[in-house]
């Protein structure tokens, strides 16, 4: 069965995630600035719980949760203690009433933490931060069940092969409630499949295989025969990214996101897949729910 996955926000749908910057809350003395992020905070659990019931309703089974639901968590400055939050005994229940939710009608949550995470970097002010905050997302992933904390593995820092090593340390320093979440995704720039499936299979992190990243940046393996290296790096469902680019036809950037998917893009291979994809289009629930009826369509067409 697949499991189609919506990413983040609504395109249509009134529901929507509260952020906030560090610049606002700066005007604030400290005690008002809690009190705002908690009450964000709030508003961002409800908002998740209002997010699954739609997918629930509409039967999409899964839902990526922003990695901001709890804004400025970890920000050098503004950041806070969640203990420090004034309602966050109350917080805390809102989200687990989410994951209540979601284990009760078998959604599927995850988290796909900012560029910005980069256990890679050679600086480690950069690694100690990417650490924080992937510390606070698998706080909040316990909360809500979610199963994946899906990273990047950075840049390549002029040596590909130094900087893959440097990541495999930084893998072993995280806390088991960061490292039993953790999943690497193919990028569209530096890190293909080929490159990070060594480090997958040696830590045992389930590669998340784009498959749009992936014709992107090429490697000489079709996506047939990565769609099952991909598999066997998995312990429990695998995740899969889909999307369709903009500029198709070559007249601009082919990494771009298109609003929806385009059916041919499809891997026709995933059809009879036990796995979630996550849909990384424009249209949000619109493209999700269009692409639902185009992959049953072809479904009911390879069963004739």
Same mark, same amino acid.
């Given at each position: 069965?697949?499991?189609? &996955? ?213 490697? &000489? ?28 036809? &070559? ?54």
């Amino acid at each position: 069965m697949i499991r189609f &996955g919506l990413c983040c926000i609504f395109r249509k749908e009134p529901i929507k995630f509260r952020r906030t910057t560090a610049k606002y809350l700066g005007r604030f003395s400290r005690r008002q600035q809690l009190a705002n992020l908690s009450e964000i905070c709030m508003a961002n659990a409800d908002a998740l719980y209002r997010a699954l019931q739609f997918c629930r309703r509409h039967g999409i089974k899964g839902f990526r949760i922003n990695s901001q639901i709890l804004p400025l968590k970890t920000h050098p400055e503004i950041g806070y203690r969640f203990e420090d939050l004034p309602s966050h005994r109350k917080i805390r229940r809102m989200f687990e009433r989410c994951g209540t939710y979601a284990s009760e009608h078998d959604l599927r949550t995850t988290f796909h933490p900012d560029q910005f995470i980069l256990l890679s970097s050679p600086d480690n002010n950069v690694t100690q931060r990417s650490t924080a905050d992937l510390i606070y997302q698998s706080e909040v992933a316990q909360w809500v069940n979610a199963d994946v904390i899906n990273i990047h593995a950075g840049g390549a820092y002029g040596d590909k092969i130094r900087t893959l090593n440097r990541l495999r340390r930084e893998i072993e320093r995280l806390p088991e409630a960061v490292r039993r979440r953790l999943t690497f995704e193919n990028d569209d720039r530096i890190y293909t499949p080929e490159d990070l499936l060594p480090v997958c299979n040696d830590m045992e992190i389930p590669l998340v295989y784009d498959v749009h990243h992936h014709r992107c940046l090429p490697d &000489g393996n079709d996506v047939e025969k990565t769609t099952q290296l991909a598999l066997k790096t998995w312990n429990r469902e695998p995740l899969f990214h889909l999307s369709s680019s903009l500029n198709a036809k &070559g007249d601009g950037n082919p990494r771009n996101h298109h609003d929806t998917i385009d059916i041919a893009d499809f891997p026709r291979c995933w059809l009879q897949l036990d796995t979630t994809i996550e849909v990384e289009a424009k249209g949000k629930e619109l493209a999700v729910l269009k692409l639902m009826k185009e992959v049953f369509r072809l479904s009911a067409e390879k069963s004739a």
